[in-house]
């Protein structure tokens, strides 16, 4: 493949502009068969869709994004020396904090945040506790990380419904792609003392995400605040990632590059499952009328009698 000048311009242009259809028509034999491939490999980014005009912003989706960055932050920075109490004082707070943001929230999300919860705690015992993929200071998984799991699935959701994302989704994606992706090549690269090539992994496996899975919004907020707690709690000592991973014993950074991979399969579950349990519920809630409209048919025949 042949980058040149053209090739940038038609990256910058793809990515942050609209081509016209005589120009795509025309660039075969502008660029050649090397520039024509290039450019259409860059069609992946048609999955993000910008809103043109003025999207509505909710003040709503930018709070909970600010609230949860720096809850984030704070809780992270605390524990870094706190004691088991104080874990779970921070763990009684975060759940609060949870419970009321989610009582703005439709039923579907509501049941998307439970899943959440329920399969990143189950995965961080797996994770952590039983494999030794990363050890919590206290080797334990604190009382508030359940909560603040939910925490940043709904500031994900959030991100990805508000106007700024739904703006910007072309280059927010460009930005995420490249920025994480120059930092899996540093992790392989031999230049960092302690090599990453878990992350690598990890990043070809958030891409797949990114440009494959059926919420690619979600997982692109996902990456602002996965990283953001990662950076903050592995530089407070809050927790350390393996230098081997446990399994393959490949080299693993501290936090790997793509570690949001981890955090948008937590997204993915939750997302495809909440359906499946809303119409499980909705179906238990149908059996129960109808057995309380029999039952109250039965009296009706009885006191008749």
Excluded at 142 to 158: E, I, K, R, S
Excluded at 222 to 236: D, V
Excluded at 242 to 262: D, H, K, R, Y
Excluded at 270 to 277: Q, Y
């Amino acid at each position: 493949m042949i980058i040149n000048r053209s090739g940038l311009q038609l990256l910058s242009i793809f990515i942050f502009g609209s081509v016209d259809k005589i120009y795509r028509e025309s660039l075969f034999s502008t660029v050649g068969k090397d520039g024509f491939l290039f450019f259409e490999m860059l069609k992946i980014f048609d999955r993000f869709p910008e809103v043109s005009g003025s999207p509505v912003h909710r003040k709503r989706d930018y709070f909970i994004a600010a609230f949860t960055f720096f809850c984030v932050a704070i809780s992270l920075v605390i524990d870094a020396h706190g004691t088991l109490l104080l874990q779970n004082i921070l763990g009684v707070i975060a759940w609060i904090f949870l419970i009321t943001l989610l009582r703005g929230e439709n039923r579907e999300i509501r049941m998307q945040v439970v899943i959440a919860v329920a399969f990143a705690t189950a995965g961080e015992h797996f994770a952590s506790i039983y494999m030794g993929g990363y050890t919590y200071r206290l080797e334990n998984v604190p009382l508030y990380v359940p909560p603040g799991h939910g925490m940043v699935y709904l500031t994900a959701v959030a991100l990805a419904r508000s106007g700024f994302f739904l703006k910007y989704a072309r280059k927010i994606t460009a930005f995420v792609v490249i920025t994480c992706g120059l930092w899996s090549v540093w992790g392989i690269s031999g230049l960092p003392e302690h090599g990453d090539q878990v992350g690598a992994l990890l990043y070809v496996v958030f891409l797949i995400y990114l440009f494959k899975g059926r919420s690619p919004l979600v997982y692109l907020a996902a990456f602002f605040i996965t990283t953001w707690l990662e950076l903050i709690g592995t530089a407070a000592g809050t927790w350390r990632w393996a230098t081997l991973e446990p399994i393959f014993e490949l080299t693993q950074g501290n936090p790997p590059s793509g570690v949001s991979a981890w955090y948008c399969l937590v997204d993915a579950v939750a997302i495809s499952g909440a359906p499946v349990f809303l119409n499980l519920f909705d179906r238990i809630d149908g059996l129960f009328k109808w057995f309380k409209t029999k039952k109250i048919n039965l009296k009706i025949i009885f006191s008749r009698k």
